[in-house]
């Protein structure tokens, strides 16, 4: 049986999608993939993030993670992305990553492997789903196989019911029960599938 081997690729600027990305990375490796959790870049001035608490301490906390590359993309068979919306959409700094994959793409790389994604707003209406279609759309670009989580585990419904990845409403509580406990299924069900796809 092939090895499932997912990169968990994350942005955060306070420590949301991180904690998301750690939960996932947790069940995936439960369930038996060989995982690496990394990073994007951040590419707001580092004056403008020391001059934010909050966002100081995170990016204190996460100088260790590895920031991620193309190589990770080809080394894995499977992805979770996670990152916060802006307006509707995925964060800069996350496109700002995807759109280094350019030639990596180009290449072939990074189809026919299983991709998912996650989200966060500050608000329960704040562009999560949106989000996550625009992850999917560029996948699809890929060539890549969707692994939406959809209704398949009552932590779904349970936490809010989005089928298209797990969300988080982003305050400054811990996540949720319900929360982590849709992170953990959907990151299960990737690995699934992934190793379906690999084998």
Same mark, same amino acid.
């Given at each position: 049986?092939?090895?499932?081997?997912?990169?968990v690729?994350?942005?955060?600027?306070?420590?949301t999608?991180?904690?998301?990305?750690?939960?996932?990375?947790?069940?995936?490796r439960e369930?038996?993939?060989? =995982?690496?959790?990394?990073?994007v870049?951040?590419? =707001?001035?580092?004056?403008? =993030?020391?001059?934010?608490?909050?966002?100081?301490?995170?990016?204190? #906390?996460?100088?260790?993670?590895?920031?991620?590359?193309?190589?990770?993309? =080809?080394?894995?068979? $499977?992805?979770?992305?996670?990152a916060?919306?802006?307006?509707?959409?995925?964060?800069?700094?996350?496109?700002?990553?995807?759109?280094?994959?350019?030639?990596?793409? @180009?290449?072939?790389?990074?189809?026919?492997?299983?991709?998912? @994604?996650?989200?966060s707003?500050?608000?329960?209406h704040?562009?999560?789903?949106?989000?996550?279609?625009?992850?999917?759309?560029?996948?699809?670009?890929?060539?890549?196989?969707?692994v939406?989580?959809?209704?398949?585990?009552?932590?779904?419904h349970?936490?809010?019911?989005?089928?298209?990845? $797990?969300?988080?409403?982003?305050?400054?509580?811990?996540?949720?029960?319900?929360?982590?406990?849709?992170?953990?299924?959907?990151? #299960?069900?990737?690995?699934?599938?992934?190793?379906?796809?690999?084998?």
């Amino acid at each position: 049986m092939n090895t499932v081997r997912l990169a968990v690729i994350y942005y955060s600027a306070y420590g949301t999608n991180h904690a998301m990305a750690e939960l996932a990375v947790d069940a995936a490796r439960e369930a038996g993939a060989e =995982v690496r959790l990394r990073k994007v870049r951040e590419t =707001v001035p580092e004056a403008i =993030v020391m001059g934010q608490a909050a966002w100081a301490a995170h990016a204190e #906390r996460t100088a260790h993670i590895d920031h991620a590359s193309p190589d990770d993309m =080809v080394w894995a068979n $499977a992805y979770l992305f996670s990152a916060p919306t802006r307006f509707g959409t995925v964060a800069s700094q996350m496109r700002a990553f995807i759109d280094t994959l350019g030639p990596t793409w @180009a290449e072939g790389k990074l189809s026919n492997k299983a991709a998912s @994604a996650m989200t966060s707003a500050q608000n329960t209406h704040g562009g999560q789903e949106s989000t996550l279609v625009g992850f999917y759309t560029t996948f699809m670009h890929w060539g890549a196989i969707l692994v939406p989580p959809g209704y398949t585990d009552p932590s779904i419904h349970a936490s809010g019911g989005n089928p298209y990845g $797990a969300s988080a409403t982003a305050t400054a509580a811990p996540l949720s029960e319900e929360t982590k406990a849709a992170i953990r299924a959907q990151s #299960r069900r990737l690995v699934d599938f992934a190793g379906r796809i690999a084998g």
